[in-house]
């Protein structure tokens, strides 16, 4: 079937180091979906980082960069130099570019930032 | 701008009694309209998905229905709460073709 699944949670980093949350990805049921980072913040609402639809390219958003890669179905979410405001809730996502728009859901990495 | 609104925000509920939950979007014309949950601990899911008034599908099933009513409001029900369906609840929109924009959630606890 259709799965994501990503780095367990809680990670820690130190700010201005970098960071790397990994997702690999499983998709029997279309050849190329899309792929997404979805982040919460806390006390706010799940929110659209990034995307990328089309294999081979690279999203970025607020210093984060993904790039779908359909030979190793890896999407991974990279930061150079991290801040505070970092800390959050990150769930890569794969798309299914149908009417039906389902999303399937990793289980969601938990960032800290230490200042 | 499209705003998505779900209520209540939290509900407190005992197992055996009946739910509603809400949601309306605003700003967007005949959207797809999809509810997921979240299990505490767990990974969200796609429950039901409606590309029209009137036509609602499901995902997945956990004794929960789903209703269109009007273009732009979507309500998640049932007639009797277990345990399992605590968590939280999500509803979004989405065009059919790529991301979807999701409302501020419903934390359900049933006792």
């Known amino acids: 079937g259709d799965s994501v699944t990503q780095t367990e949670g809680p990670v820690t980093v130190s700010e201005s180091e970098s960071l790397i949350i990994n997702c690999t990805y499983s998709?029997?049921?279309?050849?190329?979906?899309?792929l997404f980072w979805y982040v919460r913040y806390p006390g706010e609402g799940l929110q659209l980082l990034l995307k990328?639809?089309?294999?081979?390219q690279k999203g970025s958003s607020r210093g984060f960069e993904a790039t779908y890669n359909k030979e190793t179905t890896s999407f991974h979410l990279q930061k150079a130099s991290v801040q505070e405001s970092d800390s959050a809730v990150y769930y890569c996502?794969?798309?299914?570019?149908?009417?039906?728009?389902?999303?399937?859901f990793g289980q969601g990495t938990k960032l800290s930032i230490k200042p | 701008a499209q705003t998505i609104h779900q209520w209540p925000v939290a509900e407190i509920k005992a197992v055996g009694s009946p739910l509603s939950l809400g949601c309306t979007i605003k700003g967007k014309s005949s959207p797809n309209l999809y509810w997921y949950w979240q299990a505490t601990g767990g990974t969200l899911q796609q429950l039901f998905y409606s590309i029209t008034v009137g036509q609602v599908e499901s995902v997945v099933q956990l004794n929960l229905s789903a209703s269109r009513p009007k273009d732009d409001q979507f309500i998640l029900s049932t007639e009797k709460l277990l345990l399992s369906h605590s968590g939280f609840y999500l509803c979004?929109?989405?065009?059919?073709?790529?991301?979807?924009?999701f409302g501020p959630g419903t934390r359900l606890t049933v006792l």
């Open positions: 990328v639809i089309t294999a081979g």
């Open positions: 996502a794969l798309g299914m570019n149908y009417n039906q728009g389902k999303l399937i």
């Open positions: 979004a929109w989405g065009t059919g073709e790529a991301e979807q924009f």
């Open positions: 998709a029997t049921s279309i050849a190329y979906p899309n």
